[in-house]
């Protein structure tokens, strides 16, 4: 079965920088949409930014011009770099990748990232 998996996660300070890596084990990676997203304990898993196939990309309004989300089709490998951290950016984040046309959807098991002073 297909696995993803997050690595990169830790603890920031506000106005630091993090860089969070998925791997994703799909020979078909070009079909795939590669999605982040965040949870808090007791809330619901909220959209932070996306990339298509063609390495568009679109944010969420809370982390527009400090994440950047890229993806590198040679290694099958999704980053989504996070600059300028903000204490509200404590979360447990997890990637997806996902492809209408193959009806799949994917999901990695989440790396937690602190944002403390």
């Known amino acids: 079965q297909v696995q993803l998996a997050e690595s990169g996660g830790g603890l920031g300070q506000p106005g630091g920088s993090l860089r969070l890596s998925c791997t994703v084990p799909i020979i078909a990676f070009t079909d795939y949409i590669i999605g982040w997203y965040r949870q808090t304990p007791g809330a619901q898993r909220e959209f932070v930014a996306q990339i298509s196939p063609t390495a568009t990309a679109n944010y969420a309004d809370s982390v527009k011009g400090r994440f950047t989300a890229s993806r590198d089709r040679f290694t099958n490998t999704a980053s989504l770099q996070m600059d300028n951290l903000k204490p509200e950016d404590t979360a447990v984040y997890f990637c997806?990748?996902?492809?209408?046309?193959?009806?799949?959807?994917?999901w990695g098991q989440g790396t937690q990232v602190t944002v403390s002073s």
């Open positions: 997806k990748a996902n492809s209408e046309r193959r009806g799949s959807v994917f």
